[in-house]
Every structure is written in C-alpha cells, then in structure tokens.
C-alpha cells in the first residue's frame, strides 16, 4: 500500500520538477555520451548555432554557465575539434568562438537528441498541451527571475 506523504510529495511543483530534471537529464546524458559529448557542450553547441563567433563571456551569460566552467568546456571542445578561437582583429585580447565543420554535424545530432527527448516527453500529449506546458513553465521561470 502506498504511503500517503509519498503521493502528497510527488505532488509538489518542487518535487516534480525535481524528478522530471533528473530523468531528462539522465536520457539525455545517456545519448550525448554516445556521440562522445560531454556535460555543458550540448548548450553551448546550440548557442555557437545561432551565435557563432561570439565570445566567451556572451555563451557564459546566455548559456548559464560560469566563466571559468566555460573556458574548461571550451578547451575540451576544441582539442575534440568540435569549436576554434581566433582573436578579433579590433581587440586582441578578445577571443572569439566559432563552430568547425565537426561542431556544426555535432550541433546537428545534439538537435536529434533534443527533439527525440521532447517527442518522448510530450508523447500522448495534443498540440494544445504541449503549447500550453510550454507557456507554463515559461512563466514559471519568469517568477523565479523577478526573484532573483
């Protein structure tokens, strides 16, 4: 018999998106390791995407992560071939980072992954649902960054 705190709790928004992050992460993790991508590239792929020769502190920024954590990530993505630095011409203390030829095929199979694990999420779901699931926790996030 199940336990009634145990029902109560994985009621909770807290608790759910817990449980949801960790599962989508976890499948995630387990086919961008296929292709030998590690934690943090798969975002910063998809950024380089869209903004390619951009500079580190504009993938830190947009991409959450911390400075330092992306200049470790991109040193890893570069001797995997996946991005390059150049300095800019106008300032050579700036490096800017652009995708190779092997970055933009990785970029191309992490975008699989990412609309495989949508189908598989939204799977039973109308097209209305997956709208309105969408705008929810858009706002969610909304509030939590009115709060810092």
């Known amino acids: 018999m199940k336990d009634i705190t145990e029902d109560i709790r994985i009621q909770t928004l807290h608790m759910t998106l817990i449980r949801l992050s960790k599962t989508h992460r976890r499948r995630a993790h387990a086919e961008f390791s296929k292709l030998g991508i590690t934690q943090g590239q798969p975002k910063i792929l998809d950024f380089l995407s869209v903004n390619d020769g951009c500079i580190q502190r504009e993938i830190a920024n947009s991409c ?3 400075p330092a954590t992306v200049t470790s990530i991109l040193s ?12 800019d011409p106008k300032d050579k203390r700036v ?53 810092g």
């Open 76 to 87: 890893i993505m570069e001797k995997a071939e996946l991005i390059y630095r150049n300095q």
């Open 95 to 147: 490096l800017k980072v652009f995708l190779t030829e092997k970055g933009k095929i990785a970029q191309k199979e992490v975008e699989k992954i990412f609309n495989l694990i949508d189908m598989e999420c939204f799977e039973g779901f109308s097209e209305e649902e997956k709208a309105e699931t969408i705008k929810i926790l858009n706002r969610l996030y909304e509030n939590m960054l009115k709060r």
């Open 64 to 66: 959450n992560i911390e």
